[in-house]
């Protein structure tokens, strides 16, 4: 410092610090504004244990199948009336969605089908069909994908019922499937 300098004509650390930020204005709230709105959380954890769910709920049959083309798939829940069996039986209950099997393997299938069975009850959907085929071309072993339809519907827990749909809709070749409303308890 000169001794010729006065001490208050020279710049502190304060005034420096406000030089440098420039001008400033006062906020009236904490929030930072990030401009575009958050996705929300996803729980990767839970995604990944539901995927294991899956595959441990909708194991195979021990044994082989002694399902036919022709024979008939039916389930009911219990608690479910004869009454609105019998209207699922008969295609009284408007069919809002669908899944064909056609063509894939068992582990395809078996995936395909929770997929669509939680999307379907996601989406508020009460009846669809999953369309398994006859098994015409499976030879020996008998109908593969009937009859792992048949097991893997009585595992979950949101499937009410099920039976072949009418000759219309593919007969033995396809089930009607009444789902629990999705704000329905376990």
């Known amino acids: 410092m000169n001794s010729g300098d006065d001490p208050n004509d020279m710049p502190n650390d304060a005034d420096e610090f406000l030089r440098a930020i ?5 906020l009236h709230h904490d929030q ?3 401009g575009k709105p958050r996705p929300p959380a996803r729980a990767h954890q839970r995604d990944r244990d539901e995927a294991a769910a ?3 709920w909708l194991s195979d049959p021990i044994g082989a199948s002694d399902l036919q083309p022709g ?4 389930y009911a829940r219990d608690g479910i009336s004869h009454r609105i069996f019998r209207k699922l039986r ?3 209950y408007r069919v809002e969605d ?20 939680d999307q379907a009850r996601a989406h508020g959907r009460l009846c669809v069909r999953v369309v398994h085929g006859k098994g ?3 030879r020996q072993k008998g109908p593969v994908l009937k009859g792992l339809t048949d097991h893997w519907l009585r595992q979950r827990h949101d499937v009410l019922a099920f ?8 007969g033995t070749g396809a089930v009607y499937v009444l789902l629990k409303r999705p704000n329905a308890q376990r």
Do not use: K, N, W, Y
């Not at 420039?22 to 006062?26: A, E, I």
């Not at 039976?163 to 593919?170: E, K, L, R, Y």
């Open 98 to 117: 669908e899944l064909d099997m056609h063509g894939m393997f068992a582990d395809e299938a078996r995936q395909a089908i929770g997929q669509f069975l």
């Open 22 to 26: 420039g001008d400033v204005r006062r």
């Open 163 to 170: 039976c072949s749909a009418p000759p219309a809709d593919g």
């Open 136 to 138: 015409m071309r499976s």
């Open 71 to 74: 024979d008939e798939l039916r």
């Open 90 to 92: 008969h295609g009284h």
């Open 54 to 56: 899956h595959s441990d």
């Open 32 to 34: 930072a504004d990030t």
